[in-house]
Antibody, heavy 120, light 113 residues
Framework: EVQLVESGGGLVQPGGSLRLSCAAS????????MSWVRQAPGKGLEWVAN????????YYVDFVKGRFTISRDNAENSLFLQMNSLRTEDTAVYYC?????????????WGQGTLVTVSS | DVVMTQSPLSLPVTLGQPASISCRSS???????????LNWFQQRPGQSPRRLIY???NRDSGVPDRFSGSGSGTDFTLRISRVEAEDVAVYYC??????????FGPGTKVDIK
């Protein structure tokens, strides 16, 4: 069974930092692109960043460029999101999701999410 | 960036009746590889998103066959043939053809009349 389990969320002050993790199991993690998608309270879904299977390519939405860094550890089956210079508008539930371009399959499985609250 | 729009944004339906959600993209979603990367997701209250349909019309494993997707180019539709109580959710379309960024529609909230 595919499992994606996010952790690391919490309350942080504006300007602060947080590192999210996503632990993957039940599939060959190193065969999948991985993404972070967020959802502000009561709002819709917003893609944040993704990373290629071997970590050689990373892409970000404009409003997090220079502040957030996506990374992965295939030996540990883990995905990460380092978030710096956090703003109140970054408050959201952050989900990790997997994609496999070779099968034309995008975002087929999601984690349960971890809540990040940026507030003073 | 590709802008995704959905209509309606709110859809009250009667149990057992059909429902239809429209999704439009600001440019064609036909990829250079010939595929059209348009997905539909269901998000029930308090839950994570769940993919229902990928590449316009392919139903995911375990998705009831009352859900179907259709469309091409810039116009797409998600249909529920007979709405059941468990279908109460917000439905999102998402394009994966022109990225980054991947973009989602604003969501359509389906509830029971």
């Amino acid at each position: 069974e595919v499992q994606l389990v996010e952790s690391g969320g919490g309350l942080v002050q504006p300007g602060g930092s947080l590192r999210l993790s996503c632990a993957a199991s039940g599939f060959t993690f190193s065969s999948y692109w991985m993404s972070w998608v967020r959802q502000a309270p009561g709002k819709g879904l917003e893609w944040v960043a993704n990373i290629k299977q071997d970590g050689s390519e990373k892409y970000y939405v404009d409003f997090v460029k220079g502040r957030f860094t996506i990374s992965r550890d295939n030996a540990e089956n883990s995905l990460f999101l380092q978030m710096n210079s956090l703003r109140t508008e970054d408050t959201a539930v952050y989900y990790c999701a997997r994609s496999r371009w070779s099968k034309g399959s995008l975002f087929d499985d999601w984690g349960q999410g971890t809540l990040v609250t940026v507030s003073s | 960036d590709v802008v995704m729009t959905q209509s309606p944004l709110s859809l009250p339906v009667t149990l057992g009746q059909p429902a239809s959600i429209s999704c439009r993209s600001s440019q064609s979603l036909v990829h250079s590889d010939g595929n059209t990367y348009l997905n539909w997701f269901q998000q029930r209250p308090g839950q994570s998103p769940r993919r229902l349909i990928y590449r316009v019309s392919n139903r995911d494993s375990g998705v009831p066959d009352r859900f179907s997707g259709s469309g091409s180019g810039t116009d797409f539709t998600l249909r529920i043939s007979r709405v059941e109580a468990e279908d109460v959710a917000v439905y999102y379309c998402m394009q994966g053809t022109h990225w980054p960024p991947f973009t989602f529609g604003p969501g359509t909230k389906v509830d029971i009349k």
